[in-house]
């Protein structure tokens, strides 16, 4: 079974400070992806990266940045200086990889996210 | 850029009554998900769909949901004797196979009263 614990349940920050947002994962399995989603207050789930278990470089996309550590089980997320438009619970998931279908996604039980001016 | 379309966006029932979601996966794809979340909880599987039938299941989806592709377009999540604690953000996603993505649809918020 896999488990995804994000043991952060609220973060405040204040803008333009870094904030890091952690996610560590459970699973057999040798093959998996982790992603993480962004759910802004009108409740859409939107997709910020992917990433597969032999790609253990981190990756930086503007203002975001995703450090993978296998070696912890840790796929953690940072935003640098923060505005208050990244204002929203983020959820971290694991997907293991199947044959034949259903390769469900298991969510973390998200960060709520507040930047404040 | 293609996107799964639900609807819709919010329904209100009566307890009892059944309710049908509505999504509309991305063309290509193979693979279809339903997940819920129940306000201020973290989103949980229900169900995925492969090839005409359901690959796997949760312990949520009992015998009071179904899902069906009815026409080669659509992927419909039915609950038949809706329950107040059914109120929750009901989210279909696809699949393809080609980069393992995701893409989830804006949801569907089911409020049974």
């Known amino acids: 079974a896999q488990k995804v614990t994000q043991a952060q349940t609220e973060i405040s920050v204040v803008e333009k400070e870094d904030v890091t947002l952690d996610c560590v994962y459970e699973t057999r399995d040798t093959t998996y992806y982790l992603f993480w989603y962004k759910q802004p207050p009108s409740g859409e789930l939107v997709f910020l990266i992917r990433?597969?278990?032999?790609?253990?470089q981190n990756e930086i996309s503007g203002r975001y940045s995703w450090n993978f550590q296998k070696s912890t089980s840790s796929f953690n997320f940072t935003i640098t200086a923060s505005q208050v438009v990244d204002s929203a619970v983020y959820f971290c998931?694991?997907?293991?990889?199947?044959?034949?279908?259903?390769?469900?996604?298991?969510f973390g039980t998200g960060t709520q996210l507040k930047v404040e001016l | 850029e293609p996107e799964v379309t639900q609807t819709p966006s919010h329904q209100v029932t009566q307890m009892g009554q059944e309710v049908i979601l509505r999504c509309v996966p991305i063309?290509?794809?193979?693979?279809f998900y339903w997940y819920r979340q129940i306000l201020g909880q973290k989103v949980e599987f229900l169900v995925s769909f492969y090839n005409n039938e359901i690959s796997e299941k949760s312990e949520i989806f009992d015998d009071q949901f179904s899902v069906e592709r009815p026409d080669g377009s659509n992927f419909t999540l039915k609950i038949r004797s809706t329950k107040l604690e059914d109120s929750a953000m009901y989210f279909c996603?696809?699949?393809?196979?080609?980069?393992?993505?995701?893409?989830f649809g804006s949801g569907t918020r089911l409020t049974v009263v």
């Open positions: 998931a694991l997907s293991v990889i199947l044959t034949g279908g259903g390769n469900k996604l298991t």
């Open positions: 996603a696809s699949r393809g196979t080609v980069n393992y993505g995701y893409t």
């Open positions: 063309s290509n794809h193979l693979y």
């Open positions: 990433r597969n278990s032999f790609d253990e």
